[in-house]
T-cell receptor, first 111, second 116 residues
Framework: QQQVKQSPQSLIVQKGGISIINCAYENTAFDYFPWYQQFPGKGPALLIAIRPDVSEKKEGRFTISFNKSAKQFSLHIMDSQPGDSATYFCAATGAGTALIFGKGTTLSVSS | NAGVMQNPRHLVRRRGQEARLRCSPMKGHSHVYWYRQLPEEGLKFMVYLQKENIIDESGMPKERFSAEFPKEGPSILRIQQVVRGDSAAYFC??????????????FGEGSRLTVL
C-alpha cells in the first residue's frame, strides 16, 4: 500500500498549548487529505480535510497546513483542551486508491 | 440512529472457528469500506465494496478472508479458520460517493474480535 507516515506517535500538551501532528505522503496523485479523530472505544470521525490547491485550512481551533512540494501536511490544534485528548489519524486518497491512514498520534492534554 | 451500524461489537472465537462481522451503512450510502486496526498500527484498508461488487480488495489477505455487500442486507466480512493474529478491531465505513472524491467516510464503532 502507498504509505502515509505520521509523527509523533504520542504527544503530551499542556492545556492551552498548541498540538502539532505531522504527516508525509509518497503518492503525488493523492488529492484529498483528511484528518480523523478517534476516542477510545469509538470509530474515527472526520475532523477537517484539505485539497492540495490550498496551503492552509482553518476550522475553529483546528488548522491544516499543506506543503505540496514537500509532500507534507500537518494538523495544528490551538488552545488545546483536555477534551481534545484522543487519537488523531491523517489520511490521503486519490487516483483510485482507497483512503490510506497514518498510524495515528495519541494526544494527551493535561489540565 | 442513522449512523453506520456494526455488529457484533465484541466477538470471541477459538482458533479454527469462523468469524462473521456485519455492517449496515448509513442510509443512502452505497459505498462500504472495511479497515482493520491493531494497536500502534493505525487503520489498515482491507476492502472497498459497492452493492454486489468488490471494487478494491488490495488490502485483503489472500486466504481465509472474504467480503460481500449483497443487494439486500448488510455488508459482511467473513474470516474463516481464525488465528490469534486475526485479533483486532474491524471498522466499517460508508460513504455516499467513492472515497477518492472529497467526501466523508462515516465509521461505525467497530467490531472487536478476540481469538483464543
Amino acid at each position: 500500500q502507498q504509505q502515509v507516515k505520521q509523527s509523533p506517535q504520542s504527544l503530551i500538551v499542556q492545556k492551552g498549548g498548541i498540538s502539532i501532528i505531522n504527516c508525509a505522503y509518497e503518492n503525488t496523485a493523492f488529492d484529498y487529505f483528511p484528518w480523523y479523530q478517534q476516542f477510545p472505544g469509538k470509530g474515527p470521525a472526520l475532523l477537517i480535510a484539505i485539497r492540495p490547491d490550498v496551503s492552509e485550512k482553518k476550522e475553529g481551533r483546528f488548522t491544516i497546513s499543506f506543503n505540496k512540494s514537500a509532500k507534507q501536511f500537518s494538523l495544528h490544534i490551538m488552545d488545546s483542551q483536555p477534551g481534545d485528548s484522543a487519537t488523531y489519524f491523517c489520511a490521503a486518497t486519490g487516483a483510485g486508491t482507497a483512503l490510506i491512514f497514518g498510524k495515528g498520534t495519541t494526544l494527551s492534554v493535561s489540565s | 440512529n442513522a449512523g453506520v451500524m456494526q455488529n457484533p461489537r465484541h466477538l470471541v472465537r477459538r482458533r479454527g472457528q469462523e468469524a462473521r462481522l456485519r455492517c449496515s451503512p448509513m442510509k443512502g450510502h452505497s459505498h462500504v469500506y472495511w479497515y482493520r486496526q491493531l494497536p500502534e498500527e493505525g487503520l489498515k484498508f482491507m476492502v472497498y465494496l459497492q452493492k454486489e461488487n468488490i471494487i478494491d480488495e488490495s488490502g485483503m489477505p489472500k486466504e481465509r478472508f472474504s467480503a460481500e455487500f449483497p443487494k439486500e442486507g448488510p455488508s459482511i466480512l467473513r474470516i474463516q479458520q481464525v488465528v490469534r493474529g486475526d485479533s483486532a478491531a474491524y471498522f466499517c465505513a460508508s460513504s455516499f460517493g467513492p472515497s477518492t472524491s472529497p467526501g466523508e467516510l462515516f465509521f461505525g464503532e467497530g467490531s472487536r474480535l478476540t481469538v483464543l
